[in-house]
């Protein structure tokens, strides 16, 4: 089955810090989506990819949809404490039955010291 | 406007009790996950269903059965809590984005 490796687990970073973090698969993906999770509340979506190559920004956000179709990468620029919380990547698959699982990495948790 | 709306927020059960969970989309998309959030594990994929009359299984679907009512609902239904079933749950719905409900937190004791 799928899999996806998201790394790192956490960060602990300083305000004003730029952010990376990434995802791996063992297969390939058609759509790579980026999520925030706050405590107390569902996953927001941030960032979709959808083609081999893409890269999106939103704000300070970016990410980008690897070549290969089997990895994406986040990346935060100048963080602040608001982005404190749980990042998570997810891909869905490209395969017959598959290709309507939407696949979650493990998260990374993110901490921003003022 | 409302998004995905999930039905309880919060719930706790005896062990060996039933209870289903609702979730309802208005976004029209053909695709709805359930999913648990458990410490540490990530969002674990339950069960999905691909479109309106289809179900499958996820990575963790022991324990849970579902219902794709119609196009708008997807329950989750334990029918004999148990203590493993602990978890935070969420439902959520897929077009060319997904997003989610505000999720369950449950309780077996």
């Known amino acids: 089955g799928q899999q996806l490796n998201q790394s790192p687990q956490s960060m602990f970073i300083q305000e004003g810090e730029d952010v990376s973090m990434n995802c791996t698969s063992s297969?390939?993906?058609?759509?790579w989506l980026w999520y925030k999770q706050d405590p107390g509340e569902g996953p927001v979506l941030l960032i979709a990819l959808y083609k081999a190559g893409e890269l999106t920004s939103n704000g300070r956000l970016t990410a980008q949809f690897g070549i290969t179709r089997k990895d994406s990468f986040l990346n935060i620029s100048a963080s602040i404490p608001s982005d404190v919380g749980i990042y998570f990547c997810?891909?869905?698959?490209?395969?017959?039955?598959?290709?309507?699982?939407?696949?979650f990495g493990k998260g990374t948790l993110l901490t921003v010291n003022p | 406007n409302a998004g995905v709306t999930q039905t309880p927020k919060f719930q706790v059960l005896k062990t060996g009790q039933s209870m289903t969970l609702q979730c309802a989309q208005d976004?029209?998309?053909?695709?709805m996950y359930w999913y648990r959030q458990d410490p540490g594990m990530g969002l674990r994929l339950i069960y999905y269903s691909a479109s309106e009359g289809t179900t499958d299984k996820g990575e963790v679907p022991n324990g849970y059965n579902v219902s794709r009512l119609n196009k708008r609902e997807f329950s989750l239904r334990l029918e004999s809590a148990a203590p493993s079933q602990t978890s935070v749950y969420f439902c959520?719905?897929?077009?060319?984005?997904?997003?989610f409900g505000q999720g369950t937190r449950l309780t077996v004791v």
């Open positions: 997810a891909g869905r698959g490209n395969s017959g039955g598959s290709n309507y699982k939407l696949t």
């Open positions: 297969s390939i993906f058609n759509t």
């Open positions: 976004m029209n998309h053909n695709s």
């Open positions: 959520a719905s897929l077009g060319s984005r997904a997003f």
